[in-house]
């Protein structure tokens, strides 16, 4: 369930905290929008990042068989879509009806995993340039690929448009955009204190996001993008062709 904060809830919190109420030529409405929204984005590509999957999106693509010359992988563009994306998080891919999930490996062990002439069934995936996906080892025939991606949220411009702000989430974007208040006044001594509370308020929200109720607790975001070939080894998965 949505709970929606609006930008002109967001300014006004800002103002308070920062106590620059009245201050509008410094402090000006459009400068503070500006700040909300840049704020707002780095918070849920941050909060993604750590394993929060609260933004993500999916779309349905059709991944046609044999590499894409003169690469030794199919590649999937995505740039197309709407919305945007800002960053892919997960491929799926339909075999037989079920669903099997690719693991994502650096692109930079691309030609590990064929030549441009080979083909099979996809075990792995990796980001190039921010819409484009390499699908590895090259199908054999054709898929549906279910990708998952952080999408590019529109800017708040009117003071009616909203934030989900969710289980008090606003909170950390007001005490974000009230640290960089302080940078812009040299408050060095406020920005200290501003900071800490900026950063306390994200690690509640990571770990209340993240929690795995089946677990009993919570678990520490972390940065999933990054698993390495030898964390898949270690479970059983296959490791890519020598």
Not at 62 to 82: H, I, K, M, Q, R
Not at 123 to 152: C, D, E, G, H, R
Request: net charge neutral; charged share 20%.
């Amino acid at each position: 369930m949505s709970r929606n904060v609006s930008l002109g809830q967001l300014k006004a919190d800002v103002q308070d905290q920062a106590d620059i109420a009245g201050l509008t030529t410094r402090h000006t409405a459009s400068l503070l929008t500006r700040r909300i929204n840049q704020s707002i984005q780095r918070f849920r590509d941050r909060l993604s990042a750590s394993g929060c999957n609260h933004f993500l999106v999916s779309v349905t693509k059709t991944v046609s068989g044999g590499a894409t010359s003169p690469y030794p992988f199919y590649a999937l563009d995505l740039s197309g879509e709407n919305p945007s994306i800002v960053r892919t998080y997960a491929v799926d891919l339909i075999v037989n009806g079920q669903t099997k999930t690719l693991i994502h490996v650096p692109f930079q062990e691309r030609t590990k995993w064929g030549t441009e002439n080979s083909a099979g069934e996809p075990v792995a995936w990796a980001n190039y340039q921010t819409a484009k996906v390499a699908i590895m080892p090259a199908p054999s025939s054709a898929y549906s690929a279910v990708v998952w991606y952080l999408p590019v949220l529109p800017d708040l411009a009117l003071d009616a448009d909203t934030f989900d702000g969710v289980a008090g989430w606003e909170e950390y974007i007001v005490w974000d955009v009230v640290a960089s208040v302080a940078v812009r006044d040299q408050n060095t001594h406020s920005y200290a204190l501003v900071e800490s509370t900026r950063d306390r308020l994200f690690s509640e929200i990571l770990r209340g996001a993240t929690k795995v109720s089946s677990a009993g607790g919570a678990v520490i975001g972390r940065d999933h993008m990054g698993e390495r070939l030898r964390g898949w080894a270690h479970r059983g998965r296959l490791l890519p062709p020598r």
